[in-house]
Each structure stands twice: as C-alpha cells, then as structure tokens.
C-alpha cells in the first residue's frame, strides 16, 4: 500500500477571528506567533502541537476554502493532569467561554469544554486511569 509521507500534522481554522484565536491560545494556552499575516496566523506551542487559522473568502484559495467554520463537528482536546484544577483557573479568566463545566464522567474522565472565539470545543481533559 502507498502512503504520503507527512512529518507534522496542524488544523487549519477558516475563521475571521484572527487576531481573538491567536490571543486566545497564546494568552490561555502558552502558545507561540511563528507566523503572522493579516490574512493567516499560525501558532506552536512548546510540546510541538501547532494551529494555523485563515481569513475566510481569500482570493487565492480555492472556492472550498472560503467559508468560514461554522461552530460544529471539531474538538480540540488537550490532556491535563488534573482537570479540576484547571477548571478553577479557568472560572477566573474573564471572558473566557466555559460551554461544559467540570465533569466527572461515568467511564472516568475528568473534563469541561471550552469554545474559542472561532467556536471550536476545547476539550481539557483529565484521562481516566486503569
């Protein structure tokens, strides 16, 4: 079987929120600008996961390409080692969008969800120990 070949993997956001995306996960999660234009921002973070988002409606993109996410099908979920914890920090951010407050899951994962300002579910995630 043939395969591509690919080194690093990122999602790329259609979203007119640029600047609030790239302020979101810069200011809540401790990622970095590693490109920066007024129609694409891309963003690393220290353990090596990366997020691009891109203006909508760019005329050098394909048609496919220019709607903007509409809000749904995508979680972006990030492992924590104590989700409660983390809950806490987060209720004192203001404005910060918290959709699912901590909970404990029956199958036991700890999480709450977050949606960042391109509307995208974030996930933190506390993974259930066997």
Wanted: glycine content about 6%.
């Amino acid at each position: 079987m043939q395969t591509i070949d690919v080194s690093v993997q990122y999602p790329v956001v259609i979203t007119p929120n640029l600047e609030e995306c790239r302020d979101f996960y810069v200011d809540h999660f401790g990622f970095d600008i590693v490109f920066e234009a007024d129609w694409y921002i891309q963003l690393k973070h220290e353990n090596g996961i990366e997020l691009g988002f891109m203006r909508p409606n760019l005329p050098n993109q394909p048609p496919f390409l220019h709607a903007a996410y509409d809000g749904k099908g995508i979680i972006v979920t990030y492992d924590v080692e104590d989700a409660q914890e983390e809950y806490e920090k987060a209720q004192k951010i203001e404005g910060l969008a918290i959709v699912l407050p901590y909970t404990e899951e029956e199958w036991g994962q700890k999480h709450f969800i977050l949606k960042d300002p391109a509307g995208v579910f974030v996930d933190i995630v506390q993974q259930a120990i066997e």
